[in-house]
């Protein structure tokens, strides 16, 4: 590798993806240029199609009106079945076993309805530290409608003093300690914070080898990274669409329940007409009979207008397909750890990257810990048209993502920064 505009521009012009960058919007920088882009792991950028399809939808509506449900050029009442596809190959799960559906932290709830419950021995749940808030809330929210005390039966995995992430084998280890406790793991399969990725496979056979429930959030995971959700024997899973799939703000979210809980009609959920039998739905029975795939835990009818643009991503990645995202994910990872510590080397400010250096644990995403006024360096790079991602105490996150972003685009922020840390910060602090 080198720091180089020769060499990232070669890199792109072998980059069998690189045109996938002009399906969509990139956001200006001022009048003639463009921002460079590393927030795919917040809100991924808008496909050019995705405009068309929700005008679609809204041209159907004022066309077909009520007869759009089963009219429409993509008929509404059955539009999650549109995505159904695109998820299977995504997380490696088989059809009946995944639904687009809901809201992220709402959708959590919804299965933990079903799979955490808790009894006077087994009560505890186990998840990292520092997990996204909102699983947070979720968790200790659960605990507390169950009975227990958030702070007893909350288990939270730290990494070990002096380092920043967790290793695998520490994580076996206080599943195993507190086996005949635990009711639930539940961790985010690439943690928000750090951008590791944990060994989904292996904490997955081992949770389920002592008979625990398994669950992730797969929020930073999915259309990050392979997934083998069937295989490795998950027993359910959540994630967003608006990060790495790039379906827009607020986008529907999707679940995966495991095959072997579809016919189990005795499973606690909270239900809704859309999860019941589709041949009797219109007859409106008295009572609810789930549907016999992870659909049974939909609740209402699908909010067309908030889906429409997902299915203009979902064409994309099913187009470039996973393993060539994941080939192109890991090197742009890879070019932007080089380029951040040639700057930190150029410069004498090192830089700490706290995201797992081996490709099997880590996805696009790169943490940076500068040694002091790391928020001045960010402002100054963010007025320079970078978009990264600052948080606090002193992280910057940044994910170059393979649908749109470019070598290039790594080599102009090393540019940037190292301008910013000659501007911000001392040398040889
Ligand atoms: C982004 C993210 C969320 C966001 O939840 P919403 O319900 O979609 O607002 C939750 N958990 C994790 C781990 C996330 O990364």
């Not at 790495?244 to 986008?251: H, I, S, T, V």
């Amino acid at each position: 590798m080198e720091f180089s505009l020769e060499y990232a521009q070669q890199e792109d012009n072998n980059d069998p993806l690189k045109d996938f960058r002009k399906e969509f919007f990139i956001p200006p920088h001022g009048k003639t240029t463009e921002v460079l882009y590393f927030t795919g792991n917040s809100l991924g950028l808008q496909p050019k199609k995705a405009r068309d399809i929700v005008l679609e939808e809204m041209d159907d509506w004022a066309k077909l009106g009520v007869e759009g449900h089963t009219q429409a050029r993509r008929p509404w009442m059955p539009y999650h079945e549109n995505f159904t596809t695109s998820l299977v190959k995504l997380t490696g799960a088989k059809e009946s076993e995944v639904v687009a559906m809901g809201t992220l932290t709402a959708n959590l709830h919804f299965l933990m309805v079903s799979f955490y419950r808790p009894t006077e021995k087994r009560r505890k749940i186990v998840c990292e530290a520092k997990a996204f808030p909102s699983d947070q809330y979720a968790l200790q929210s659960q605990i507390a409608f169950h009975g227990g005390d958030p702070k007893a039966d909350l288990i939270e995995l730290a990494p070990r003093p002096g380092e920043h992430t967790l290793r695998t084998e520490d994580i076996l280890e206080t599943i195993k300690a507190h086996k005949d406790e635990i009711a639930l793991v539940m961790m985010g399969g690439v943690n928000y914070y750090t951008g590791q990725w944990f060994d989904m496979e292996t904490i997955t056979k081992f949770t389920k080898q002592h008979k625990i429930t398994i669950g992730w959030d797969l929020a930073h995971a999915m259309g990050n990274v392979p997934l083998k959700l069937h295989d490795w024997g998950v027993d359910f899973a959540a994630w967003c669409s608006y990060k790495y799939l790039n379906g827009g703000p607020g986008c529907v979210s999707g679940v995966f329940v495991h095959e072997k809980y579809h016919k189990d009609k005795k499973l606690p959920r909270f239900a809704g007409w859309w999860g019941h039998d589709k041949g009797s739905r219109f007859e409106m029975p008295e009572t609810f009979n789930p549907i016999a795939s992870a659909e049974a835990w939909q609740h209402s009818n699908p909010p067309i207008l908030g889906m429409a643009s997902l299915l203009a991503s979902l064409e994309l990645f099913d187009r470039a397909g996973m393993d060539a995202l994941r080939k192109k994910g890991v090197q742009l990872n890879q070019y932007l750890r080089f380029v951040v510590n040639e700057i930190s080397q150029r410069t004498g400010v090192p830089i700490n990257i706290i995201t797992p250096d081996s490709e099997n644990d880590h996805g696009c995403q790169l943490s940076l810990v500068f040694p002091n006024n790391g928020k001045a360096l960010f402002d100054h790079i963010s007025e320079a048209g970078v978009i990264a991602d600052w948080r606090e105490p002193d992280v910057i996150r940044m994910a170059p993502v393979p649908l749109y972003n470019r070598f290039e685009d790594i080599y102009q922020f090393g540019r940037k920064l190292e301008t910013a840390i000659e501007k911000t910060m001392e040398r040889n602090v």
